[in-house]
């Protein structure tokens, strides 16, 4: 036997009690645990074909000889046999053609990662979600959610508690306030263009005295027989905002409290009034919107 | 050929890299082309938006807020639509940020308000409760510079065919146009156009004379700025 082979089986039986004695020495040992048997049994794989392979290209280095054609090329005295060309190498080559046609023409076009994509599936399956789980929602659910979406949106500007801040944000918990009121009257309103497409026009009173008691009627939430109602009456308020403040569909908005519709139109077009702009909020969906308006209401009342 | 490209190392080598950036050119150039055109709703920023932008800069705004939404559906949530490459056609350079120590203010006009920039600059904590953004008083004060804003103005117009004093399709089917001065008193006259429109909805008394008096306090230009990030 050649000594190359001994020293081989030395070596390997050597490793192999090492691995014996690490393993059996260690707590538990392999414990009858199917994962410490297989990786094991890898090392011991390992071992045995590492040492006979390494043993197989020793020896080749120190029996065999060069032989076989050269090319023609010699580089600085350095020759290359002419090898075949590997029938494996070969197969997995023309494979791999026709994988890179496939990929080219289908595989990239039709199948490839695109964030966007991923972006437009994230959001189709949420809004698909948000449709289905809220469709019907009502009532108390759906102030709930309306608080919610206030919390993330409107919060900003108009409070934990909706009372607003003074001189920049409305306080919502009441419908209108004594500045606001005298605003639209001097100026107008042309907030919502959506919904109440005519606007209001600009000094339909002028007296400020019949202004004073219109302000203090609507304030006083249309109590009979306030003095303002006349006023009110006079100045033709009632002909769009209704004998008590109540509104009319597409004419003119509700004034003694809130309603969903109302908020809705708010959100959709924004509004400019007395004491500033407020935008609009076009990424609220429909749902959110009605959730919001919900929400406002359930404080004025 | 090749055995004569395996004995000329250098020919090979040009050889190499003239594949490579072939390859690289094919890929890369027509997708670039393509991206980096303005998309539709895209205009040049106008004489006083410019100035505000400058004005933004200087600041160091972009040292804490972003301006690039990503494709995140908690993103467009909060910001509004994911930022287009050809959105930023007409910033140079381009204010991205890397950090958002504030939010991101690429699309701001769509959801603040003329009046609220004016209340915020002047001390973010009264509409911002517990913000840790500080007040930038001196804006009010400050003049904007609407004469680099307009060397800026030609520049852009005349290296990079920025088109303004020309229709930019809009979103809508319409067209605007922005314009741009031919000297640089009719700028002015143009910027303090357009800072009337936004004086008109402040509330600072200071501010609202000096624009009536024919001058830009810093905060205008800003806030047309800002408004313009939509």
Redesign the interface.
């Known amino acids: 036997m050649n000594k190359l082979y001994l020293g081989g089986i030395i070596f390997t039986a050597l490793m192999l009690v090492l691995t014996y004695l690490s393993v059996g020495g260690s707590k538990g040992g392999l414990n009858d645990d199917i994962v410490n048997m297989l990786a094991i049994a890898g090392a011991v794989a390992l071992v045995i074909i590492t040492v006979f392979v390494v043993i197989k290209y020793v020896r080749q280095m120190q029996v065999d000889s060069a032989s076989g054609e050269l090319v023609d090329?010699s580089w600085e005295g350095i020759g290359e046999y002419k090898n075949e060309l590997p029938t494996g190498w070969a197969v997995m080559f023309l494979l791999l053609m026709v994988w890179g046609m496939w990929y080219f023409t289908m595989g990239y076009p039709l199948n490839a990662y695109s964030?966007?994509g991923?972006?437009n599936e994230?959001?189709a399956v949420?809004n698909a979600k948000f449709e289905t789980k809220y469709k019907d929602i009502t009532g108390d659910k759906l102030v709930e959610m309306g608080e919610s979406v206030y919390l993330a949106e409107c919060k900003?500007?108009h409070?934990l508690s909706a009372d607003g801040?003074e001189g920049?944000?409305a306080n919502l918990n009441h419908r209108l306030d004594a500045v606001a009121i005298k605003h639209a009257i001097a100026n107008g309103a042309n907030n919502f263009k959506t919904d109440f497409a005519g606007g209001m026009p600009p000094m339909m009173l002028s007296d400020p005295a019949q202004i004073d008691a219109v302000t203090d009627y609507i304030m006083s939430g249309f109590v009979d027989g306030h003095k303002g109602a006349e006023a009110f009456a006079m100045g033709g308020c009632t002909g769009c905002h209704g004998e008590k403040g109540e509104g009319m569909p597409f004419v003119g908005p509700k004034l003694d409290c809130f309603d969903t519709a109302t908020v809705v139109t708010v959100l959709k077009d924004?509004k400019k009034g007395a004491?500033?702009?407020?935008?609009k909020?076009?990424?609220l969906n429909d749902k959110q919107k009605e959730a919001v308006g919900a929400y406002i209401t359930s404080l004025s009342k | 050929m090749f055995h004569w490209l395996e004995k000329h190392p250098f020919f090979f080598a040009v050889g190499v890299f003239v594949t490579i950036a072939f390859a690289g050119l094919v890929e890369i150039l027509p997708n670039f082309a393509q991206a980096s055109r303005p998309v539709i709703g895209t205009a040049p920023y106008s004489t006083l938006e410019l100035a505000g932008r400058h004005v933004y800069i200087k600041n160091s705004c972009n040292a804490c807020h972003s301006q690039l939404v990503r494709p995140f559906k908690s993103e467009t949530d909060r910001y509004g639509h994911y930022s287009l490459s050809g959105e930023y056609a007409y910033d140079r350079p381009f204010l991205w940020g890397s950090k958002r120590t504030g939010p991101d203010l690429w699309r701001v006009g769509n959801y603040r308000t003329t009046d609220w920039h004016e209340n915020h600059m002047k001390d973010p904590a009264s509409v911002v409760p517990g913000s840790i953004m500080p007040a930038y008083k001196w804006m009010f004060t400050n003049k904007a510079d609407i004469e680099t804003a307009f060397a800026e103005q030609l520049t852009v117009a005349q290296y990079f065919s920025v088109t303004y004093n020309e229709p930019v399709p809009m979103k809508d089917g319409s067209s605007i146009i922005v314009k741009m001065g031919g000297s640089v008193a009719e700028a002015k006259a143009i910027a303090l156009e357009e800072a009337k429109l936004i004086a008109a909805d402040m509330r600072d008394q200071d501010v609202k004379d000096a624009v009536a008096r024919g001058e830009i306090p810093e905060i205008v230009a800003l806030i047309a700025y800002m408004n313009s990030l939509k």
């Open positions: 090329e964030q966007i991923e972006y994230d959001v949420h900003v500007c409070g801040i920049k944000a924004g004491i500033g702009t407020m935008p909020f076009d990424r």
